[in-house]
T-cell receptor, first 113, second 111 residues
Framework: EAQVTQNPRYLITVTGKKLTVTCSQN?????MSWYRQDPGLGLRQIYYSMNVEVTDKGDVPEGYKVSRKEKRNFPLILESPSPNQTSLYFC????????????FGPGTRLLVL | SQQGEEDPQALSIQEGENATMNCSYK?????LQWYRQNSGRGLVHLIL?????REKHSGRLRVTLDTSKKSSSLLITASRAADTASYFCATEGDSSYKLIFGSGTRLLVRP
């Protein structure tokens, strides 16, 4: 089944404790992206990747890192999480950037205390 | 920055009625997409309309695009309780690699 998976789905952590949210897609998509969703703000793009080893900042990249060592994986790293990073995070992928449908993962709900 | 803005923010209708949501955007686009999100879950792509298209249909969905007014509408006909969800429009940001979502319309379909 074609899908985007994220792990973990739920995470409670404390300020400053490094964490990684994994994202994997099995559709051989070139483009992958991370979003965060907050009430009243809709979805905002954090980082995106056009292909392996090619990443770039979205609208809200501060406090986040990403890597794209393999085509199928695009982990989101929070080196030192803070409470303002409490949010619902979505990974998405598409065959190519721009004019293609994006397929979304189920989301990761993160609470930073 | 938000490229797309949906209107209304919330909509409550009776099952069987039609639901219309609007999206306005600011800059020129190559295409516009509509997505649905059930509460707290991932977004699901509904339809993509290109800038040279004026109307597109998919099942009970009808999307229109007016590039002169920089606006799009999503019509759901004969609504069902299962259509209860948030609906988002999305357009490219300042590059085709960025997808910018509006803040969404919350649709409630009452049985």
């Amino acid at each position: 089944e074609a899908q985007v998976t994220q792990n973990p789905r739920y995470l409670i952590t404390v300020t400053g404790k490094k964490l990684t949210v994994t994202c994997s897609q099995n559709m051989n998509h070139e483009y992958m992206s991370w979003y965060r969703q907050d009430p009243g703000l809709g979805l905002r793009q954090i980082y995106y990747s056009m292909n392996v080893e090619v990443t770039d900042k979205g609208d809200v990249p501060e406090g986040y890192k990403v890597s794209r060592k393999e085509k199928r994986n695009f982990p989101l790293i929070l080196e030192s999480p803070s409470p303002n990073q409490t949010s619902l995070y979505f990974c998405a992928s598409s065959l190519i950037a721009g004019e293609e449908t994006q397929y979304f993962g189920p989301g990761t709900r993160l609470l930073v205390l | 920055s938000q490229q797309g803005e949906e209107d209304p923010q919330a909509l409550s209708i009776q099952e069987g009625e039609n639901a219309t949501m609007n999206c306005s955007y600011k800059t020129s686009i190559n295409n516009l997409q509509w997505y649905r999100q059930n509460s707290g879950r991932g977004l699901v792509h509904l339809i993509l309309i290109r800038s040279n298209e004026r109307e597109k249909h998919s099942g009970r969905l009808r999307v229109t695009l007016d590039t002169s007014k920089k606006s799009s509408s999503l019509l759901i006909t004969a609504s069902r309780a299962a259509d209860t969800a948030s609906y988002f429009c999305a357009t490219e940001g300042d590059s085709s690699y960025k997808l910018i979502f509006g803040s969404g319309t919350r649709l409630l379909v009452r049985p």
